[in-house]
């Protein structure tokens, strides 16, 4: 219990010496590019926060409630994003398929918001599940494709990103689109079809309660079901568990297709919570950023909300700096691209020392010192 505790402690001290170091290293880079690098660098790492400020009669008022938001928004797409990937991670698949699964459940919920009139909380109900099967039914592809015909899963899902996004596009373009805009998007969506704000100035939504539910749903999935054991353990040795009866090609589909539904419900929250209608871009490139935030959590749902609340910190703490200081939209995203780069192979630093430590093990030094008896 004790050495357990002491490897726990160690690995804390580790990740937050590796945080400061890279927001050192952040630190560094805007001094070469910025007239005023404190406070160009504080918008950065303070922007998201909200700020009291002191009134002249003596009373306080709270600042930035709305950049605040922004963080929780982005958090909450970047966390059903992660937790998505983080399913098909562990039973060492690697999909690149959440960016598409994203594009169809915001159709699929865009449809069901825009053509089935209800009561808000049905109305609402149905279109998530909408948005989650049909995530389902996208991952579900390239699960079979890998499972039965052995297809490379980073190029179907890549291939099926193309083909659900110029799909999105050709029927909200064709179809959906509401002409009398200046825009290509549809009309908005009727009030019982938007997710109701919780937090007053802000655009955060019951999608907050919606991803906490998530979290534990899969959290319970891969710790305490059958389904959640198979997948952990085709993760660690796909051999065993064709050994151990697993049905390997039976979890490997499965597998892909419940982390699309994750990602179709973050297609729900951009459409249905943020822009309330369908537009021809919802949020470019984001189902990719999925990926950092499960390598971060190192695919462990419990710690997908921790990495996802950063990682949105960093998104914001960025765009924050770029709009309020004089370095440049290209540098803030190397320096975003450099911190999240340096913390991820933070996983490399204990693959050295033990490799350091095989090396200087007592057997190693002998099979040295014989190798050097056998030259001589």
Same mark, same amino acid.
């Given at each position: ?246 049905? =390997?090609? *039976?979890?490997?589909? @499965? ?5 699309? !539904? &994750?990602?179709?419900? $973050?297609?729900?929250? +951009? ?55 004089? =370095?440049? *939209?290209?540098?803030? @995203? ?5 911190? !999240? &780069?340096?913390?991820? $192979?933070?996983?490399? +630093? ?27």
């Amino acid at each position: 219990m004790k050495t357990t505790r002491r490897q726990i402690t160690l690995e804390i001290v580790r990740i937050v010496l590796v945080v400061l170091l890279a927001l050192l290293l952040g630190f560094f880079i805007t001094t070469l590019v910025s007239d005023d690098p404190v406070g160009a660098y504080t918008e950065f790492l303070t922007g998201p926060l909200p700020k009291i400020s002191i009134n002249d009669d003596g009373g306080w008022q709270l600042r930035g409630v709305n950049r605040f938001g922004n963080w929780i928004e982005d958090s909450i797409t970047l966390i059903l994003l992660g937790l998505s990937v983080a399913i098909v991670f562990s039973a060492r698949q690697f999909s690149l398929g959440a960016e598409g699964q994203l594009f169809l459940g915001a159709l699929a919920a865009g449809a069901v918001s825009l053509y089935f009139h209800a009561p808000a909380v049905i109305h609402i109900s149905l279109a998530l599940i909408a948005a989650g099967a049909a995530g389902f039914v996208w991952g579900l592809i390239p699960g079979a494709l890998k499972a039965y015909l052995n297809a490379d899963e980073i190029v179907s899902t890549l291939m099926l990103n193309i083909i659900a996004i110029q799909f999105y596009q050709f029927i909200l373009t064709r179809y959906m689109r509401d002409f009398t805009a200046g825009y290509i998007g549809t009309e908005y969506f009727p009030e019982t079809a938007v997710l109701p704000v919780v937090i007053p100035g802000t655009r955060v939504t019951v999608a907050l309660f919606i991803t906490i539910a998530a979290v534990v749903a899969v959290w319970f999935l891969m710790s305490r079901m059958p389904l959640g054991y198979e997948i952990r353990m085709l993760g660690a040795n796909r051999k065993f568990a064709e050994y151990g009866g697993i049905k =390997v090609k *039976r979890v490997i589909t @499965l597998s892909m297709a419940i982390s699309g !539904i &994750l990602a179709g419900l $973050a297609g729900t929250h +951009l459409s249905m919570g943020l822009l309330k209608q369908l537009t021809l871009s919802l949020s470019p490139n984001i189902g990719f950023e999925g990926i950092v935030v499960a390598l971060l959590a190192r695919n462990d749902p419990k710690w997908v909300p921790v990495a996802g609340l950063f990682y949105g910190y960093l998104r914001t703490g960025a765009q924050i700096m770029e709009r309020s200081s004089d =370095v440049t *939209r290209e540098m803030v @995203l190397v320096i975003q691209a450099i911190i !999240i &780069l340096f913390i991820t $192979a933070e996983r490399v +630093l204990p693959l050295i020392q033990q490799w350091w430590q095989r090396r200087r093990s007592p057997e190693a030094i002998l099979d040295s010192v014989e190798g050097v008896g056998d030259v001589a």
